[in-house]
């Protein structure tokens, strides 16, 4: 599976941005996906992640409430919604899949290249 992330930016604190992760070379569908991101001088952090089936979601507390985690199994795409935004949100973010849901960083098997969110006034 080849990830694409896209739709990062720069916003002021309490804006929006949508983050959109295309798949292709195979269907995601049998798999969970994941948002991760991190931080300059930081360790990749979990963000949110939801189930092949879309019925079920999980994110970290440092999100929740703020962030909302959908996919388009037909579209092939995972987005991540990403409201009241704050400055340490600052960060690269990437979209993985994994054969389960997991907030390890390392049961994901697949990992797309990137993109930056920047948080500032």
């Known amino acids: 599976v080849q990830l694409q992330a896209s739709g990062g930016g720069a916003v002021q604190p309490g804006g929006s941005l949508r983050l959109s992760c295309a798949a292709s070379g195979r269907t995601i569908s049998n798999y969970a996906m994941g948002w991760f991101r991190q931080a300059p001088g930081k360790e990749r952090e979990f963000v949110a992640t939801?189930?092949?089936?879309?019925?079920?979601?999980y994110y970290a507390d440092s999100v929740k409430g703020r962030f909302t985690i959908s996919r388009d199994n037909a579209r092939n795409t995972v987005y991540l919604q990403m409201n009241s935004l704050k400055p340490e949100d600052t960060a690269v973010y990437y979209c993985a899949a994994a054969t389960g849901m997991t907030t390890v960083v390392s049961a994901y098997d697949f990992w797309g290249q990137g993109t930056l969110v920047t948080v500032s006034s």
């Open positions: 939801i189930m092949w089936s879309a019925d079920s979601t």
